[in-house]
């Protein structure tokens, strides 16, 4: 994980890349990635699917604060909080993109909008990873990956017919907690 920080995780744009430096000056032949420009897609961007696991380990790690931090900036509205971001990212701020490119003119740039498996895994890695909220067999476990600097959290569930309001306190400042279980 220190080495994905390391030579993965650009801060200045925002992306976790899926890897770096991105096939281009190579005869290494890795598959369909080199056919991509550098930079673009699986080659040298981030793909988003990847980025999302690569925040599912932090949280399996126990690094709540790492994991929220990368949500947040992979977080589809971060990318259009200015003008100028926007104008950057060119594609819609209220979609998860599978895509954001990581290299030359184009870095920052988001791609291929409108894609389920992205928006699925972001949805699961936030709401069962970092918040904690798992249902398996009819048990609702809650075991959340959250930042230390969190006071706690709220989510009203809907199981089958019943309603639950759930209020997580955090009074210690700790990434994690032990599981809860509440039966169905």
């Avoid at 080495?3 to 032949?29: A, Q, R, W, Y």
């Avoid at 949805?123 to 798992?134: H, T, V």
Wanted: aromatic share 12%; charged share 25%; with cysteine.
């Amino acid at each position: 994980m220190e080495s994905l920080e390391k030579h993965l995780v650009d801060l200045e744009n925002g992306i976790i890349k899926l890897l770096d430096p991105p096939f281009n000056k190579t005869k290494l032949e890795p598959g369909y990635i080199k056919a991509y420009l550098p930079g673009v897609r699986e080659n040298g961007g981030q793909y988003t699917h990847a980025a999302m696991w690569a925040i599912v380990a932090f949280t399996k790690l126990g690094f709540g604060d790492k994991a929220v931090e990368y949500y947040r900036m992979v977080n589809p509205i971060e990318h259009s909080r200015t003008k100028e971001a926007a104008i950057k990212y060119k594609v819609e701020p209220y979609v998860i993109s599978a895509d954001i490119y990581g290299a030359s003119n184009l870095q920052g740039r988001g791609g291929w909008t409108w894609y389920t498996g992205s928006s699925s895994w972001f949805c699961k890695a936030g709401l069962e990873d970092i918040l904690g909220l798992k249902v398996q067999n009819g048990i609702l476990k809650i075991q959340p990956c959250i930042s230390s600097k969190w006071e706690g959290y709220s989510i009203r569930y809907r199981y089958k017919t019943s309603v639950y309001n759930i209020n997580v306190k955090n009074p210690e400042g700790k990434c994690t907690r032990r599981k809860s279980k509440i039966l169905f």
